[in-house]
């Protein structure tokens, strides 16, 4: 073959290799590839960067979104905002990322949800007794510590309707947890936060306990394990208890209850930001020394990082009791403390007091 007809062959390769690379990235534009990619793209660089964009994809399943961003120097708020087209829903999930010391911040948590566990101090919410229409609702929050001073840290929440997604199923409440534990992480490290303790990888969180999830108080593992002696409780009339599994979480809680679970005595504890208008009722409580009319005790303790002050309180249900006199304060105020020392120690506090 002459050397005419080789440069003649390698000029007919190029120019098909040409018109392929144009006539695919045609399609590519057509099909949408093109949006779809520069999604994808604005989706890893939203939220200056921190937005875990992995999880939340899967979470998304394809559907569109833009992303908003308000910050400010204790910390900011992003937003996810979208329409799933081929369901026609609507699409949204905010997560926040601020210092904990920070008492303006808004935080939805509750001593029933479920622990994020894996080293996190962090909780999930989600009823499993809610509607199908609702099964996309979900929040999550958690603290890190950023050092050992107490309100040295971060809080970080998430909360998200997503039309698509189904919160009964472990693997999305498994990405919801990794948006927020990726996000937050993320946060830290691009603002110098230490983060002493990031936990690992995430797994399923489970689902919030309702009161319908009672359970003989006997066979108690988790916040209520070794709260009350047998004797005790049968002294109390406390037969039942609500608890979720045990686990650090900004709220925690454990109620102890009668026949049926009936509502007798509720035991909580609030960390740092979650302690809220807790701190002035706890410091009212304090100016009165002796037995409590209503039974509502508190104690408080000191906790490094994120943590900051903590307050715990056992309040017994007035409305299930004939009269004051039945309440028995010298063991309501030994409830309280073995709940707060064991919950404190979790949380690498001061003893309560």
Known sequence: ??????????????????????????????????????????????????????????????????????????????????????????????????????????????????????????????????????????????????????????????????????????????????????????????????????????GDPGVSVTSWDYRPFGTVSGACAGVLDAATAARWGVVTAVESPAGPKPIEGCTLGGLQGTELYALTAHYGPFVGLRRLDARDAAREPGDRPDGHYFLTARCPGAGDTAVYEIRPRADRFASPLALDHTSLRAALKTFADRSAKTHACAPPS
Request: charged residues 25%; contains cysteine.
């Open 1 to 202: 073959m002459s050397a005419f007809w080789k440069r003649r062959r390698v000029r007919l390769t190029a120019a098909w290799t040409a018109g392929a690379v144009a006539v695919a990235g045609g399609l590519f534009w057509l099909s949408g590839g093109y949006d779809a990619w520069r999604h994808d793209s604005a989706l890893d660089s939203a939220c200056e960067g921190d937005l875990a964009a992995g999880p939340l994809r899967a979470l998304l399943d394809g559907a569109e979104v833009t992303t908003s961003i308000r910050s400010g120097t204790r910390g900011w708020s992003c937003k996810v905002d979208g329409v799933d087209s081929e369901e026609d829903g609507r699409n949204w999930l905010v997560v926040s990322v601020q210092r904990a010391d920070d008492r303006a911040v808004g935080i939805d948590a509750d001593g029933r949800d479920a622990p994020l566990g894996h080293g996190w101090t962090g909780s999930f919410s989600f009823s499993p007794d809610r509607d199908e229409d609702d099964r996309g609702e979900a929040t999550a929050a958690l603290m890190l510590d950023c050092g050992k001073e107490p309100g040295d840290g971060l809080v970080a929440t998430v909360s998200a309707r997503l039309h698509g997604a189904d919160f009964t199923r472990p693997a999305a409440r498994t990405r919801l947890t990794e948006v927020l534990t990726g996000t937050a992480a993320s946060y830290a490290r691009r603002t110098g936060c230490a983060a002493a303790k990031p936990g690992g990888a995430v």
